[in-house]
């Protein structure tokens, strides 16, 4: 299976100054058909994680644009340009190129 | 808009079953395939099984393969996780996600399962 591997596991944060989360796989996530499929998701506490990129950069609909992806082949990062007190969470990395999906360890932004 | 919603978990003994569903709406079905990604309590996300959308195909991680099976009924628009000799490591909330260009676009809100004595 594909390892994920996240950096920092916990990350403290300061409301307003930007934040950034490292996700690295242990083997390229280019897919046959040319795509990277890396995705971001954020889990608030208490709920069902929710999407915020796909495709390493495409930002879903509803996402602040504070977020942002960036990243090719094994190494991605996400970053956040200011972080405001709704940021709070942990920040997962998962990538849909290979069977089995395969997730990150989490980053918990506090 | 897609609408994900699981059901069926409880608490099991060690050795017993138990079987999820997730019911589907606001796509349509028939033509995605299916993931069971779980979380055990404090824990991250892991992918279990998967079904194909078009044929009778199905995946599973050595953990649960030959305990989980994976089945889907279209005109139900549901998909279930049917569980037998459950462990206590598999307690966990369960998610059903739908298979979108390899990534998922939306969560329900999950079913608990908890497996102790």
Redesign the interface.
Known sequence: ?VVMTQSPLSLPVTLGQPASISCRSSESLV?RGG?T?L?W?QQRPGQ????LI??VSNR?SGVPDRFSGSGSGTDFTLKISRVEAEDVGVY?C?Q??H????????TKVE | QVHLVESGGGVVQPGGSLRLSCVASGFNFAQYGF?W?RQAPGK?????T?IFADRNEQ?Y?DSVRGRFTISRDNSKNTVYLQMNSLRPEDTAVY?CAQ?Y??????????TLLTVSS
């Open positions: 299976d897919h795509n499929h995705t998701f069902s994680p929710r999407r796909y495709k879903d997962y998962m849909g190129t069977w089995p999906w395969t997730f990150g360890q989490g | 993931h990604v991250g996300l892991e992918s279990v998967f995946k991680v998610y298979d260009d390899y990534t998922t676009e939306s969560w329900g809100q999950g």
